[in-house]
Antibody, heavy 119, light 109 residues
């Protein structure tokens, strides 16, 4: 059973960079799947941030594209998210998830990591 | 940003049937992209409930079913149970990005 676990600082200062890592266990990040980040502001709905394939190919939400970078570390079986120039609007629970072909549904999710942007 | 529109809330008594609509457009659901549904309890991660419009992952009760027609999709819960009280989200693709519905809170009366 594939498991995903987010890790990273829970507090980031405004204008700083949010950095999160998602460790994958029970499966290989080199399998034929895409790996995504999804966020959920407190009390609100879900927003897809972007996805990455094992080759490093990425697709980003156009609304966040200028601030987002995703990467994959095959040796550690994990993938990462960086979001620059953060503001209070970026405060959210950040989930990593696996999306599987061919329909690309998110079939496995991490437990989520709350990141608060505040000085 | 493209979104899928859902009713904010639906409610029903135990044993009843409730449906949640997910209204999109010609650029997403209407373009033929699959619709998936997720169930989320407070403080927990979403869980895949329906994938590919009408398929249930292993372990999901058959009282949950999905359908799709034109630019919309629906999730039906038949034989509503107290444990079904949660938030539900639809999800699809819009050519460049994966999009979620606005979310629906299901209340069991």
């Amino acid at each position: 059973q594939v498991q995903l676990q987010e890790s990273g600082p829970g507090l980031v200062k405004p204008s700083g960079t949010l950095s999160l890592t998602c460790a994958v266990s029970g499966g290989y990040i080199t399998s034929i799947n895409w790996w995504s980040w999804v966020r959920q502001p407190p009390g609100r709905g879900l927003e897809w941030i972007g996805e990455i394939y094992q080759t490093g190919t990425t697709n980003y939400n156009p609304s966040l594209m200028s601030r987002v970078t995703m990467s994959v570390d095959k040796s550690k079986n994990q993938f990462s998210l960086k979001l620059t120039s953060v503001t209070a609007a970026d405060t959210a629970v950040y989930y990593c998830a696996r999306n599987v072909e061919p329909a690309f549904q998110f079939d496995h999710w991490g437990q989520g990591a709350l990141v608060t942007v505040s000085s | 940003q493209s979104v899928l529109t859902q009713p904010p809330s639906v409610s029903g008594a135990p044993g009843q049937r409730v449906t949640i609509s997910c209204t999109g457009s010609r650029s997403n659901i209407g373009a033929g992209y699959d619709v998936h549904w997720y169930q989320q309890f407070p403080g927990t991660a979403p869980k895949l409930l329906i994938y590919g419009n009408n398929n249930r992952p292993s372990g999901v009760p058959d009282r949950f079913s999905g359908s799709k027609s034109g630019t919309s999709a629906s999730l039906a819960i038949t034989g509503l149970q107290a444990e079904d009280e949660a938030d539900y989200y639809c999800q699809s693709f819009d050519g460049r990005l994966r999009i979620f519905g606005t979310g629906t809170k299901v209340t069991v009366l």
